[in-house]
């Protein structure tokens, strides 16, 4: 999300000439696209389950970095598929922040302070070197958007499996 915030004011304004109050409301959609999946999340694994709702959230986290990458490598980028770019991705992260954090934090109940620290830290440490990155490569070009959003990507399925064999090794080593 924090990459999406800081390399698309260029794309939306200079790119695609937005105006800055155009810009804004494209924000403001996105960030109800958060809150929905946020106010929604709890019926959700109710219905289903964490693993169905993880599964959703990294659904819609690549459906939307599809609608940057595609454009962008083809060179036809248009503001509806930033747009529902933004969407898909802030739903996605609606989604999987609040259990992620959830996750972590139960799973190490005597470690709770340490647990949430070195989540925000390693939050803030990735959104800092990814703008890094951005900033030194975001030559007038959208292409590192496309790779940052791949790269992401790959990174939810990858930790997601990661996790779910971790969390399925635990539940069988454990005595009964």
Do not use: D, H
Request: one cysteine or more; proline letters at 2%; hydrophobic letters at 50%.
């Amino acid at each position: 999300m924090i990459i999406y915030l800081i390399l698309t004011p260029f794309l939306f304004q200079t790119t695609l000439g937005y105006s800055v109050s155009q810009n804004s409301v494209v924000y403001l959609l996105c960030a109800s696209s958060y809150l929905f999946a946020n106010i929604i999340l709890s019926r959700l694994i109710n219905r289903f389950n964490i693993k169905c709702t993880m599964w959703l959230g990294i659904t819609s986290f690549v459906i939307g970095s599809t609608f940057a990458i595609i454009p962008i490598y083809l060179q036809k980028l248009s503001s509806i598929e930033l747009l529902l770019s933004g969407v898909f991705v802030f739903f996605g992260s609606g989604l999987m922040t609040p259990i992620t954090y959830k996750q972590v934090l139960s799973a190490s109940e005597c470690f709770i302070g340490t647990s949430s620290s070195a989540i925000n830290t390693s939050r803030v440490l990735i959104a800092f070197f990814f703008s890094l990155f951005s900033t030194m490569t975001f030559e007038r070009n959208s292409s590192s958007l496309a790779f940052i959003l791949g790269i992401l990507c790959l990174a939810c399925v990858g930790t997601y499996i990661f996790l779910s064999k971790a969390s399925q090794y635990k539940t069988r080593t454990q005595p009964t």
